[in-house]
């Protein structure tokens, strides 16, 4: 055996530079023994500052220091966790250990307009962000030689308040860059946005050995206007929204060159940061290739990713305005106003075409995917008109999401997999195979983790409830009501995502007696928790949120159904861990991917899902319940209708009796038997090591090598 090392107490300043030093790097928010560290600094401040270290840091005690610097046993947790993420960082991963590794000069710059790494860190809104987290996330697990690229936003997304009627009200912190662990790189840019050169300050943050960087406008330097520029997160106006993509697109490609980061491969994900392969374009003839060259030599070495079939989540700007604001920026391309145009419309020269950033991404991309086969198919569909070709012959494929395991899984879930079944999530391979063997979990050890899962839901619930009561000014005995909300013996449903209106939040409320003859079955009792955002300017979105908040009121739903301000990765973390349903019922095929449902799976939850995004491919028939839906042709009101009555119809025949249907020691074994199932084959396929290894294997090298043929 080594020689047992011993740490014994060190100065309290010397436990604070280590402290900081381990919130500089990201790692820590995959890694429990990093972040608990910060935990047991002090727990209440901990949740206070929504488990951020640096801040919780900043508001522990002096005298708190001392005495866990004097602790040798805390000390050796702060060194234990160092030397893990060093063993980590200096590790060859899967990407090293592989032919591929020789690739000379293969690197990634993977650009994307928002970036959710943590919830402390508020600069996703959704769904998009969250999976451009987990990509960074796995491409460092990985070992993949990638950069990330994108915005500081120094209002984040929004806060959400529901006032006493259930509207949305909107607040915009300002946030302190430092605190997130962002390191000044002392480089600025100075990036063509209209007619005005507008400087941005990189800003680093490392996620594990995965940098990212982030452009920020806020400077004395700029224009006011141009200073609000990274304020917020889809915030504004189309131009607003056209100059912060100017700034990704553009800005990013000379930030990397600025840093001297070199990448041989460039992914778009989303349309947002299309404008970047015309500055390598630009690049190119600085060296003094010719335009064809230049074009093609770029085109080949750009992968992009098209993230949705609802229109309206496809930029497009007047033409008018989109010359006013990029022409500056790609004069060196010396294009016509024509031309230029030209690259984001599906016919040439239709003036009255607007630009779109997806056909110029397509234009600009060889490779090109969407997020889940039927997304793919959709998309075939979608843009057959920009390639002029039939459906089946678009040169669209699909690359499903998955979820960074490590980022969603509850510790105690994790704990429960590696003693049932030898689960080891350490290793860093593609391959989840360890989680075939699930089925074999002992049930009633399974059940007890199920138990506790739910029960710590409830309490964390309960708790939110309370403090929205209180801040909306509720009194003090419907403050008191709230801890006899719900009941951790119960069948548990969630519902949380994005309120877009394609995701129809509000569905299950379609028929409300017959809901309520459902949740209020003594014998059999449901209950159902919703939390999820609406865009800002998004009324319709916001209108079912307000629909949720007055159901959750609604007396015939008394305590059984709670709506859960202000969705983030926290609360998402708590509902994917404790509920046993997790439900999704959006239009039939409007949800690309989806990526929520992937995530209770980890602990044994199960999915009720329309057949949309991720779900065809990873239903099997025992591993959760299908929503069958509308056929084409129906309005609108009787495609709700029939998808309300097919989701009623699973709940009474099937789901509900198999969670209340117990053995003699009080089991319910089939749906024990379904809930393993569910874990045995989902995490398997949909994580984001398998989608990020499919990436490299598919799209990045294929890319390195046709690009610097
Ligand atoms: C997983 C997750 C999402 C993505 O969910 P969808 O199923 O794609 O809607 C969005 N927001 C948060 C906070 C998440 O954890």
Redesign the pocket.
Known sequence: MARKRRHPSIGSDDLVTHLRDIASNLWWCWNEEAWSVFQTLDPVEWRATNHSPLATLERTTTARLEALASDPLFVKRVYDALAARAAYLAERAWFQRGAVARLRGFRVAYFCSEY?LHESIQQ?A??LG??AGDHLKSASDLGIPLVGVGLAYRHGYYIQNLARDGTTQVLYPNYDFHRWGMEDTHRTIACPIGNRLVTARIWRMWVGRVPLYLLDTDLMANAPEDRRLTEGLYKGEPQLRLRQQVLLGIGGTLALRALGEHASVMHLNEGHAALAPLQRVADCLGQGMSAAAAMDSVKQSTVFTTHTPVAAGHDRYDPALFVREVAPAVARLGMSDQDLLDLGRIEAGNAKEPFCMTVLALRMAERVNGVAKLHGEVSREMWKDHYRLPAAKVPIGSITNG?HVRT?IDPDAERFWQAEIGLRLGKQAPKAVGWKRAGSANPSAFWDLRSRLRKRLIHFLRDRVALQRKRRGDGQSDVAATYGLLDDQVLTIGF???FATY?RAPLIFQDPARLSSILCNAARPVQIVFAGKAHPRDEGGQAYAQRIFDMARDPRFAGKVVLIED???H???ML?SGCDVWL?NPIRPY?A?????M?PPLHGGLNLSILDGWWPEGANGSNGWSIESAVDGATDAERDAFDANSMYEQLEREVVPLFYERDASGLPMNWIKRALQSAATVPLQFNSHRMVAEYTRKAYVPAHQSGTR
Request: hydrophobic share 30%.
């Open positions: 959710g996703y959704g769904g969250i999976l979820v969603w949380a995502r994005r995701k969705y983030d990765m609360v998402g973390r994917v999704n949800e991917s989806g990526t929520s449902g995530k």
